[in-house]
């Protein structure tokens, strides 16, 4: 007798009539990633627990699109978000560094993640917290693990602004020139890192992002927004040219010089992009 199976709501077989004989079920093959990440669930990232993978993205926030992703929340983070966020950002670096043409070492990214984390750790201590943050994009879509992205951020004034810049582009360029207000009176929430998930890029987050940022500095009342780019980064400079930023100057990084000199043209040279709110 032909036994009539039918499928169920959630797309399961229903069971047989009872004395029926039972097909043995295949098992079902557990899922693969060719990313592994420090926290279960989480999206797919290279991190420095997948030392021995090879990165396949370049440009850290290669994610221009003409949609803005919308299933994304931006928040501020505590402390608590410290290891995925230096996490993400190691990947990020390394990928960009390395490219395509050699994998770092697990001892290099072991480095940089601790630099990454006593940076995070240390974000508020060269001004008041009220004017340093670090936030996280988490995304609404299911099962997709929740951090996106992650930035940190400081408020610069005349009095701070030696963290991030030379006292010539402050005053001379940007106090007076570029944004037309004394370099006592600029003030400019500077974007100092910014990284995106390999998997949710090319998807409009870096907009949703950078917009988020833009509407913080309206409310804390500063002038501008400001970060740099490395110059041969065009697809990060071109987001930015379409978010309404310009490149002000250029910056010679002596620690990437000899890099440089091996081939990795245009790493050792940073843009300022600046936006005036």
Not at 58 to 65: E, G, K, N
Request: glycine fraction near 10%.
């Amino acid at each position: 007798m032909a036994v009539v199976v039918s499928r169920g709501l959630a797309g399961q077989r229903a069971s047989p009539p009872a004395g029926a004989r039972r097909r043995p079920q295949p098992r079902p093959s557990p899922p693969t990633s060719s990313c592994s990440s420090s926290y279960a669930g989480a999206p797919r990232y290279v991190g420095v627990h997948a030392a021995s993978e090879r990165v396949t993205q370049t440009a850290l926030d290669d994610v221009a699109a003409e949609e803005k992703y919308a299933r994304l929340v931006i928040k501020k983070a505590g402390y608590g978000k410290v290891v995925p966020v230096a996490d993400l950002w190691t990947t990020v670096f390394l990928e960009y560094y390395y490219g395509l043409t050699d994998s770092p070492s697990l001892a290099r990214r072991l480095n940089e993640f601790a630099y990454f984390c006593t940076m995070l750790n240390s974000a508020t201590t060269a001004v008041s917290e009220e004017d340093s943050f670090c936030a996280i994009a988490l995304s609404e879509e299911k099962n997709s693990g929740g951090l996106v992205a992650g930035l940190a951020a400081r408020v610069l004034t005349e009095a701070n602004c030696g963290v991030f810049f030379r006292e010539k582009e402050w005053t001379e360029m940007l106090g007076g020139g570029e944004f037309g207000v004394p370099g006592d009176s600029l003030s400019l929430l500077y974007l100092w890192n910014f990284g995106v998930c390999l998997e949710y890029r090319k998807r409009g987050v870096a907009t949703s992002v950078m917009e988020w940022v833009e509407n913080e500095a309206r409310a804390r009342g500063v002038n501008g927004t400001g970060l740099f780019v490395y110059r041969n980064n065009r697809p990060a400079i071109s987001l930015y040219e379409k978010l309404g930023y310009r490149v002000v100057t250029t910056w010679v990084d002596p620690k990437w010089k000899r890099q440089a000199e091996k081939g990795q043209t245009g790493t050792e040279r940073k843009l300022l992009m600046i936006k005036e709110l």
